[in-house]
């Protein structure tokens, strides 16, 4: 639900401001999921951050594009500030609220060390 809401108001502010985009973006041959692109790049910091440390390649791999184009990293940039970023920008001068991220999914390992700090009876504390 969230990455459909992500999608719609995106496509909407795309199509009000005359550019509109009627199917996924595609780069190197594989569908760009938007909302799993603007998720990556927030969970490394943002656009900027992002940027800075020149981690495109680490994007490109989260979106499962395979390295067939000459410079994906370039294409995913590009896509970004093409699609992604003027939404972001005019959510920021709205005073409108970022689209929410998902919640991170605990590790195996960190439910395992949970489940078993409330079976020995919680954990902590103790003295």
């Known amino acids: 639900p969230k990455g459909r809401t992500f999608v719609r108001d995106l496509r909407a502010f ?3 401001r005359g550019t ?5 973006p595609v780069v ?6 938007l909302y799993q692109f603007y998720v990556a790049v927030e969970a490394r910091g ?14 490109y791999k989260d979106l499962g594009v395979p390295c067939t184009s000459s410079n994906p990293a370039t294409a995913v940039r590009t896509l970004f500030t093409k699609y992604i970023e003027p939404f972001l920008q005019h959510l920021r001068a709205s005073g409108a609220p970022a689209p929410p991220l998902p919640l991170p999914r ?3 390992k960190n439910r395992r060390a949970s489940d ?11 003295g």
Do not use: M, T, Y
């Open 46 to 59: 943002g656009l900027q951050r992002v940027a800075e440390e020149s981690q495109w390649r680490a994007i």
């Open 20 to 24: 509109p985009v009627a199917k996924a």
């Open 106 to 108: 605990a590790s195996a």
């Open 28 to 33: 190197a041959f594989k569908e760009v999921d």
């Open 116 to 126: 078993s700090d409330s079976a020995a009876g919680g954990g902590g504390g103790g």
């Open 14 to 16: 795309l199509a009000g």
